[in-house]
Structure formats: structure tokens, C-alpha cells
């Protein structure tokens, strides 16, 4: 079952003299259940899309539904099954928790004990600070807290828009823990984030930039259908190693990754000989196949 | 019902919760209807005199003693010669010298006519002008006073009777104006900001996908704001009768109704603001520059509007405290009943309806 239809939606922005295209050919589909997530840098388009999706701006062109419901002409009924957490979302922060979490269900008019066994998981987490006002608390809770409130009602789909921007890494991996056990109670996620590494938590991930999706698939499709051979090299000077090998024409690509540069190269080469061929180039402390990660393939899709 | 309910309530607590601008909210009434009912008057009290009697007979010293004895004047001096007026006048303290010329009741009682000299530091206008008119009075009153003696035909005596306000108290003018100034800013202000801070904090965001409808959002909002407003127009009102002895001299029930009804325009007013503006700083700003300065300019309340050019009179009529302010000295001070003021009520109305549809129609369903 589909729970969410895009198709060929386009979204463009007045700025003072020119315009801004937003959103181009945007199509895709999510079936009821799965955990989507839209990844891409800031400026992609996500947040539009999302805003276009739960009712709030209109396309300028193209249709789009959600749970069968078109996001023009059924907005109100999408606005009644619908959770949406947008990115700014920082709750009242002069309302202790309980009452944020309170005034968020009277608004969907349900109550926190109606579903309780599915913000269990997470209200058990933040219950200890229950009567503490939002304000006070650390920004992996408010995101957690936040979660609570935009669950609080059942929504058949949960859009978030990137949740676990300026979240620690530890509280980021807890929440996507969270996002994971939401799929138990037949709950579609529309989650984006401009983390590449957070790509490989979800089911299907679009690739997003410059208002145009890349490429819809599997994490692993995603990072299978990246063919070439890929090197991580270490030198004794990054910086300089980085400008050598970006200036070689034997070298396809060459970006820092962590403590590696990632290496393609133009012409198939052995496995054997690629340390010599590199060594020819530049001086290079270590050399290691690897295989490809989402991000990889994103630096990939950018560049064609 | 409940939603609605539940909403009210947690705008209580923004507001409750903020303690120092509740605290602010709650003063600025009082605050404000003190310094204008004590401190900040037109009226001239104690001005400090000089006074250079070169007769010193009876006449003389029967003047001044009345001029001492009235509260606008304390004689700080006397001069000895007119070279000294000058150098009174260059220290300062002095606003006006009564000048006696010599032989000042010989010549009176000779020649039925006798000058007296009012010097009067012009460098506030208004004071110099009143001054000197209070002054002029005390004199006539002695005149009359000597004149009851003599068998004098032929007088035209003018009888002056301040209607409404027979004190001539400044305060009979600033309890309204304070009112529509505190109405306007608790109202227009404060709601304009809480529902803009809903959009920043990107609350508003989450409403908007709700099944809650709009209006609401919107009418839940005003309520905390509608009762605030009244318990301080309760403020004001026991301030200024008890503590400034400004009666209310109408009905109180119709000068509540009236409020009520101004602190609706107001309400919509801030809610229009809010629906043109993204931040709580435009907001606090047009608030300020486009609500609350029309009311202290054009309302009548500091600067009279009969005195201004045309162009500004007509502007005049569109500021709902003018109207309103209005209606507050005809219900209060002058004790008019409803049938004086249905004509400004009725505009005060109209402009509230128009105000509220023109909002509503501009409180968006989505974000643009």
C-alpha cells in the first residue's frame, strides 16, 4: 500500500529579482510502514518538500497525496493524521514537559495515556523530567520530547524534518533506534537529514540537491551501484597530498573522507599495481581498498 | 471545546510565567496614571517671583501679600533697582518680577489709573502665559476689591465658569488618554508578539498541521490579553478616583462596555499586525511606531487635534483612540449617557469589524 505519492511536483520561490527554483521533477513513492529518508545538504529542497507534503505551501506544479489524501483539495484530512516535526520545532520552552506534551494531544484531541504504548519507548526516557520546563532541557531530550509530541496522536505518517541536526552523536543514534522501533506499529517515516551516515538507517533514501532527487534506492542498492574501485590513502601531508592527486590526470576523484582521502581512478587499474601507481604521484604513507559509502556515492552523483 | 480550552490555558502560562513582563504589563497602568497624575502636569504651582516695589505704601504690600498667598506664586526676592531684574532673571529660578512703579497708590487713587509691570521669562511660552494671566488675575481682584468702596458706575464684570472640571485639573485629560494608551499596548503589542513568537519558535508550524482550526488558535490567544486589559482598566479607574479624585461622572457599566469594546479593536489590531509580520522585533516595532505614537498624537490626549492642519485632522479620524478617548471624557468626566456617544461608538465598532475580518481573511490556512 502507498502512503505517500509524489509526482512531478515543482516548487519555485520569488527572491527579489530572480527565481528561485526550489523543487524540480520531484517524484516518488513510499510504501505504508517504510522508513524513507530524504538526504542532502542544506539548500536541497527538503523542507519544502515537507511543507508542500503537510499542507502548508502549495506546489506550482505537479500532485502529491498522502495516505490517499491529496495535499490541495483533502488538506484538512491530512492535517488530522499526519505527525510533522519541522526543523526549527523547539517546543514551549516555558511549559514543563507534561504540559507540552498535554497541550500537543488535546490539540489532536487525544490524550498521552490513549496511546501510551507507543511513546512508551520514548516518554520513559524523558519522564524523569517530567515537571522541568523545556527550556532547561539538553538538546538530545528536546528532540526526544519533541518526537513524543508529533507521536502523541497515532499519525499514520511522521514527517521529520532533520531531527538530529546540532544533536550529539550518541543521543543521535539513540534516536534513530527510536525511528526503528516506530516501524513495529505500521508507522511510514519521512525522515531527512543532511547526515550521509544516517542514510544507511533507512529503508529507501533519496538523494537530494539542488531541488532535484539523484537517486531513489536501498542503502545498499545506493552504495552497489557505485562501480569503480575505491582507494583510501593516507599521506604524511593531507593537504598537499589532496592537491597532487586532484591535479594527476590518472586520478578520476579525490576528497577528504576522516583520516583518508577517497581515490578513484581514471583507468582500471590492478589491485596490485595501485600502490606503485600512487607512489609515482606522490609520496603516500598507506593504501587500503574500500568499499563505497553512501556518501561516496553522493560526491559521485554531484559530480556528473 | 477542550482543545479550545486546554489552549486558553496554556496561554495563561506563557503569560503567567514571564514574570517580568507580567510584572510590567500589571505596573505600566499604575506607573503611568502616578506620573501623569502627579508629576507630569501642565499646571503651574509655587513659580518662584521677584518682586521690585519702589512705592512700598498700602496698595503695594495689600498685592503682594495676595500674590504670596496664592499657591502659583512664592516671592523669592525683592529687588532694590531695575538693574537688578536682569540679573534676577540670568540665575534662573525666577519666571516673572512684578514691577511697582513710585508712588504707585498716590497716583491710583489721583488719577483713577496706575501701571503695573509683569516681566515674565518667555523661554517656555506656556508657562510665561499662564503666569502672567495669573498674575493679571490677582491684580483685577484687588482692583475689584478697592473699587467696592468708591461708587463706581458702569462695570462689566466677566464670570468665568470651568464646566466639568472646575479645578482645572490635568488630570481630568491623562486618565483617558492613559487608558487608551495602556489598552493599545497591552492589546495590540503583547498579542501581535505571541503570535509571531509562535511562528519563530516554529509552533505555529505544528498548529497549522493540527485539526484545530485556525480561528480559534487565534481567539484563544486574545482571551488571556482581554482579561489582563480589563482588570487594569480596573486599576486605572480606582487609581485615578482615589487617588487622583477624578469621578466618574457617567455611567460606570457604559464606560466598561466602552473600554471592552476598545480593547477589542486593539486586540484586532494586534492580530492584523501579526498576520504581515514574521519576527517579534517588526512586530514590537510597528506596534510601537504605528499604534501606540498615533495614539499619543493624534487622540487629543497631548496635543490638541482642532489645532492641526487640515491633512492631519482627517488622519486623526482613522486612530480608534481617538474615537475612544472620546467617548471616555464624554462617559467620565462630562457624565453623558449612551445617546451622546452612540455616533463614536458605532465608528469604533465598525472599525473593529473591519479590523477583525481583514485579519482573519489574512491568517493563513498554510505558510504563504
Not at chain 1, 59 to 71: H, L, N, R, T
Not at chain 1, 170 to 196: A, C, G, N
Not at chain 2, 244 to 249: A, G, S
Not at chain 2, 285 to 301: A, E, K, R, V, W
Amino acid at each position: 500500500m502507498i502512503a505517500v505519492k509524489v509526482n512531478s511536483v515543482k516548487k519555485t520561490f520569488k527572491a527579489e529579482k530572480s527565481v528561485v527554483t526550489a523543487l524540480q521533477q520531484i517524484n516518488f513513492e513510499v510504501s505504508k510502514g517504510e522508513l524513507f529518508g530524504l538526504i542532502g545538504p542544506d539548500g536541497a529542497g527538503k523542507t519544502t518538500l515537507f511543507r508542500i507534503l503537510t499542507t502548508l505551501m502549495l506546489a506550482d506544479e505537479g500532485a502529491a497525496s498522502v495516505d490517499g489524501f491529496d495535499v490541495v483539495r483533502d488538506y484538512k484530512e491530512i492535517r488530522k493524521r499526519v505527525g510533522y516535526m519541522p526543523g526549527r520545532f523547539s517546543l514551549y520552552q516555558d511549559l514543563t514537559v507534561e504540559e507540552n506534551l498535554s497541550f500537543f494531544a488535546t490539540l489532536f484531541n487525544t490524550s498521552l495515556e490513549e496511546n501510551y504504548d507507543l511513546v512508551k519507548a520514548i516518554y520513559q526516557q524523558i519522564e524523569p523530567f517530567k515537571k522541568r520546563r523545556a527550556g532547561a532541557l539538553s538538546g538530545g531530550m528536546k528532540q526526544k520530547l519533541a518526537l513524543s509530541c508529533a507521536l502523541i496522536h497515532r499519525p499514520s505518517v511522521l514527517f521529520l524534518d532533520e531531527p538530529t541536526t546540532g544533536v550529539d552523536a550518541v543521543s543521535r543514534k539513540e534516536f534513530w533506534e527510536l525511528l526503528r522501533d516506530l516501524q513495529k506499529h505500521q508507522i511510514t517515516i519521512i525522515v531527512s537529514t543532511p547526515y550521509m551516515d544516517e542514510a544507511s538507517l533507512c529503508d529507501r533514501v533519496a538523494l537530494m540537491q539542488n531541488g532535484k532527487i539523484m537517486e531513489i534506492n536501498s542503502p545498499k542498492g545506493i552504495t552497489e551501484n557505485f562501480k569503480k574501485p575505491l582507494w583510501a590513502v593516507r599521506g604524511e601531508n593531507m593537504y598537499q597530498l589532496m592537491q597532487t592527486l586532484q591535479a594527476s590526470e590518472a586520478i578520476d576523484s579525490c576528497y577528504p573522507f576522516g583520516q583518508y582521502h577517497h581515490v578513484t581512478f581514471t583507468h582500471a587499474i590492478p589491485d596490485s599495481q595501485v600502490a606503485s601507481e600512487l607512489a609515482k604521484i606522490a609520496s603516500v604513507v598507506e593504501v587500503k581498498r574500500i568499499p563505497a559509502t553512501i556518501e561516496d556515492c553522493f560526491m559521485e552523483l554531484m559530480r556528473q | 471545546m477542550k482543545q479550545f480550552l486546554f489552549f486558553i490555558q496554556k496561554e495563561f502560562y506563557h503569560l503567567l510565567r514571564d514574570k517580568r513582563t507580567l510584572f510590567i504589563l500589571f505596573g505600566m497602568p499604575v506607573v503611568q496614571i502616578v506620573i501623569f497624575g502627579f508629576a507630569l502636569t501642565n499646571e503651574v504651582k509655587n513659580s518662584r517671583i521677584a518682586i521690585l516695589d519702589q512705592s512700598k505704601d498700602e496698595a503695594t504690600a495689600s498685592i503682594i501679600q495676595q500674590l504670596e498667598a496664592s499657591q502659583y506664586f512664592d516671592i523669592e526676592k525683592n529687588l532694590q533697582s531695575e538693574a537688578d531684574i536682569e540679573p534676577a532673571f540670568r540665575e534662573g529660578k525666577i519666571k516673572l518680577v512684578v514691577v511697582f512703579p513710585s508712588q504707585f497708590q498716590s497716583t491710583l487713587l489721583h488719577t483713577n489709573t496706575a501701571p503695573i509691570q509683569l516681566i515674565a521669562d518667555a523661554t517656555d511660552p506656556n508657562v510665561a502665559n499662564t503666569l502672567t494671566n495669573y498674575a493679571s488675575a490677582i491684580i483685577l481682584d484687588y482692583q475689584n476689591n478697592i473699587r467696592g468702596n468708591q461708587d463706581f458706575p458702569y462695570t462689566i464684570e466677566t464670570e468665568m465658569r470651568m464646566l466639568y472640571n472646575p479645578q482645572m485639573k490635568g488630570s481630568y485629560n491623562f486618565v483617558p488618554g492613559v487608558m487608551a494608551m495602556v489598552l493599545m499596548l497591552v492589546c495590540a503589542m503583547m498579542t501581535s508578539i505571541s503570535i509571531v513568537r509562535e511562528k519563530e519558535i516554529g509552533t505555529m508550524e505544528v498548529i497549522l498541521v493540527s485539526p484545530m482550526v485556525p480561528l480559534r488558535v487565534v481567539i484563544a490567544k486574545m482571551v488571556p490579553y482581554l482579561l489582563l486589559s480589563m482588570i487594569n482598566i480596573g486599576s486605572i479607574l480606582v487609581l485615578s478616583v482615589f487617588a487622583l479624585d477624578v469621578p466618574i461622572q457617567g455611567s460606570l457599566l457604559l464606560l466598561v462596555f466602552e473600554c471592552f469594546l476598545f480593547t477589542i479593536t486593539s486586540l484586532a489590531l494586534g492580530l492584523f499586525i501579526s498576520s504581515v509580520t514574521n519576527s517579534q522585533q517588526t512586530a514590537m516595532l510597528i506596534s510601537l511606531m504605528g499604534m501606540f505614537l498615533p495614539t499619543i498624537m493624534f487622540s487629543g490626549f497631548m496635543f490638541p487635534v482642532e489645532n492641526m492642519p487640515l491633512p492631519l485632522q482627517v488622519i486623526s479620524n482613522v486612530v480608534p483612540a481617538k474615537w475612544f478617548y472620546y467617548i471616555v471624557k464624554a462617559v467620565m468626566i462630562k457624565g453623558l449617557g449612551f445617546f451622546s456617544i452612540w455616533k463614536e461608538t458605532l465608528i469604533l465598532a465598525g472599525m473593529t469589524t473591519v479590523l477583525m475580518l481583514i485579519s482573519i481573511k489574512k491568517f493563513k490556512t498554510r505558510l504563504e
